[in-house]
């Protein structure tokens, strides 16, 4: 099995190997696709780290071969601005625009959000790859650990709650720290907010768009994800994602559609 | 003065005339910008109307003439997808990623946000283009009528806040209602969170997204706003715009960068 580190590894004339594994069901990680992206992004960026990233999903890409465009659109002191296109077959499958910067672990100059409540790591649940009952394998699963607050998981017994909530601990399976590339991954968890209401429907991401805040400590990152409104066939999804010291790293918000 | 419209205007040949009127000094505000962009899309695109858009600014551009690049990158039977650019004498000024659908004004299938308590509209503040002791005029403030929570404007008098919070009604003010396009306006308001914390220089947008969830009821919309935190020189901003009939509208996340 691959780190993410070889799944989404970029070589020098932008060809990437989609690894089957980061996948959902068939369909290759909304989050794994971003990371992609961005790690062809950073091998010509001059400023080191993502901080900025909204992608554009149009037609889902199988796994093996494909190459990524990047165009530097302005590149500053302190912010560059990129185009990334995820090409297969000479076939477009995400379009992005990246922003480049310089992070740090420095402490906020001022903050106002506060770290999510959650039962300890221990109380919250490891989804398993292979759900009983469930019509695909969340490949997904086997790479980044998901152990979910049980308050979330109601709707595998039936009881699908209304709190639109899904929040729990992320950790890669190979051990590594996560990154401000890894982190792409954690502002697309599973499962969607919809299935939390009991719509068991595939809910597609139409865009997505994630801020990398900080260098994220070492340790699992807590995730909570919450919708506004699911509305004419379309939800937003927010996602806050917090490193085990008690920082906000990043932000995220997307918005899918959801057939109702 | 021209109206929303007539300023947002793109001929056949997708040439727009950027109108001065909705600046914030010399600069022309993003959200402004933003409903050009989307205006030339939907003039394109099959289906009717803005549902998101992410949009990263390059390079400021002047008023007078402009042009608007699209470029489909996948219509669908419900969403649409494209790249819009601002060009000026042959440089690019913004780039959005724009996705198209069809709004209506039905129910919500579920719903968990809550409209925001704000003092009545009388009660708010109307801003004023030209602040007694600002640097600059705020020339959009003719156009868009900004009546604040007394409650945000500490600042003004020397006592910034802490709770990095900026809430009141909008209205255009040549008496349209909202509508898809101009509500990217309100996605953008005045002043920066950074400004109410007592922060007074510029804080140029990276990348903003916007989210249309609704066809807007006639009358004001109300906007609340607020950053998460500022760290390593970059502040986000989420804002909620609801209208007359407490419907959520269109909601918001932008990146910024500010020198603290």
Redesign the interface.
Known sequence: MKSFREATAVDQDRQADLDPQWAVGDKLHGGYLMAVLGRAVAATAPLPHL??M?T?F??PPAPGAARVEVEA??EGR??G?Y?ARLMQDGT?CA?A?V?Q????A?A??????KPPALPAEEDCLLLPSNQPGSPFTVHLLDVVEHRLDPACLGFAAGQPS???RVAGYLRLADGADWDPLSLLIATDPAPPVSLT?GVTGWAPT??L?A?V??LPAPGPVRVVM?????????M?E?V?VWDAADN?VA?A?Q?A?VR?
Chains 1, 2 share one sequence.
Request: net charge positive; glycine share 6%.
């Open positions: 901080v900025a909204t554009t149009l037609r659109l302005r302190t912010a601005q185009r477009p379009e625009l922003t910067g310089t992070l740090d420095s906020p100059w001022w903050a106002r959000a209304q709190d639109g209401l139409l865009s768009t801020y805040r900080r919450h919708s506004n409104e699911i509305t004419s066939g379309r937003d927010v806050e906000l932000q918000t918005l559609a109702v």
